[in-house]
């Protein structure tokens, strides 16, 4: 990022820094296409994994218009899916949510008995952010593949944390992005496979192969595609070194809060990741009470400035109000030290304490 900095030069331009700015934009680029396991020239970059998620679905779906207007989605998307299709629904496009079970989970014959003669485009992200969830990806893109429609995946939070291999897979396109990977926010991609037509989201340049216009953010994608590069190294070991810390959290939540719930697929799942509720218990007031420790942890429902709602990923799964808004997201990586886990279950009883909710020891 340093290097992109002081290079300074537009990646459109023919002179010294904007070759120099060039290179590094490639080596970015290349960096990304390891990661997801596809080619240099199927990487598109972004501004982050919203518009890469936007760019799909109305990119992906205004060429095929022709064959039909339905789209399918599953009910767990993220909120850049689900918006733009609401969008799109007002311009006429008519879209099918696919429910989940009490995990998460989408049942890939569900997918398939809701394709029609009119179905276009069908996007069921790999892993849900909220609850650590990971979906059949292979088997719901084969199943969508067979009938000749196109399939989106948002790989946003499973990047860097299960292998991809795209290639391997009948896939159409998918979204990336740099801040989950430990790189800079405001970057991200979108992976598509040769041949698939697309519509710009941007247009007045010629930038990204003339498919997304706009001047390069080439400090943010340098920094992406570093971190792209680190955790392409760390991913053969990252399950080995954060699955203990995981059985290490549960133990430990469940011997000082007995009625502590674990959202998401108990197996298919993230490592390196919990979601947690506690029932009755105010999550918002407890990330803040842990965030006064020295303790990082995410807020498991949407935070408005009027209100904490209840997520529509934990609603979507049947759970109720009391759990859904007592739920918060641990993350922890490879660098992560079982200390820190200690740590963090000596401070959780007092933040209990502090918020109201008492816990509750077997």
């Known amino acids: 990022m340093e290097e992109a900095l002081i290079s300074c030069g537009n990646p459109s331009s023919l002179h010294a820094g904007g070759r120099a700015a060039a290179l590094l934009l490639r080596k970015a680029r290349g960096q990304v296409a390891a990661l997801a396991g596809v080619r240099l020239d199927e990487i598109f970059f972004t501004a982050g994994g919203t518009e890469s998620n936007a760019w799909a679905l109305r990119g992906l779906a205004e060429p095929a218009r022709g064959r039909g207007k339905h789209l399918i989605l599953s009910a767990v998307e993220h909120l850049s899916v689900l918006q733009t299709a609401r969008e799109m629904e007002k311009e006429g496009w008519s879209v099918t949510l696919i429910p989940v079970d009490r995990t998460g989970r989408v049942d890939p014959s569900a997918v398939e008995g809701a394709l029609t003669s009119h179905t276009v485009l069908v996007s069921v992200q790999w892993a849900n952010p909220e609850v650590g969830t990971l979906q059949p990806i292979a088997e719901i893109a084969r199943r969508v593949k067979s009938r000749g429609v196109l399939f989106h995946t948002d790989a946003v939070a499973a990047a860097g944390r299960v292998s991809l291999e795209i290639a391997a897979l009948p896939i159409d396109a998918v979204s990336l992005a740099s801040g989950p990977l430990g790189g800079p926010p405001g970057a991200g991609a979108l992976v598509l496979r040769r041949g698939v037509r697309i519509q710009p989201l941007f247009v007045g340049g010629t930038q990204e192969e003339g498919r997304r216009a706009g001047t390069e953010n080439l400090v943010g994608l340098a920094g992406f595609g570093a971190a792209a590069e680190r955790a392409a190294k760390e991913l053969p070991v990252f399950p080995g070194k954060v699955l203990p810390l995981r059985e290490r959290l549960v133990r430990g939540i469940l011997k000082l809060v007995s009625e502590a719930v674990f959202n998401g697929d108990p197996t298919d799942r993230l490592p390196g990741h919990l979601s947690i509720s506690f029932p009755g218990a105010d ?57 820190e886990v200690d740590r963090f279950l000596e401070i959780l009883p007092r933040a209990l304490d502090v918020i109201g909710k008492e816990p509750i020891r077997k």
């Not at 498991?300 to 529509?312: E, I, T």
């Not at 641990?330 to 992560?336: A, I, M, S, V």
């Open 283 to 339: 999550a918002e007031a407890l990330v803040l009470a842990l965030d006064r420790e020295g303790v990082s942890v995410g807020l498991g429902s949407a935070c408005s400035s009027k209100a904490v709602k209840a997520s529509h990923v934990l609603k979507a799964m049947g759970v109720g109000d009391p759990q859904a808004l007592g739920t918060v997201t641990l993350t922890w990586g490879p660098e992560t030290a079982a200390e």
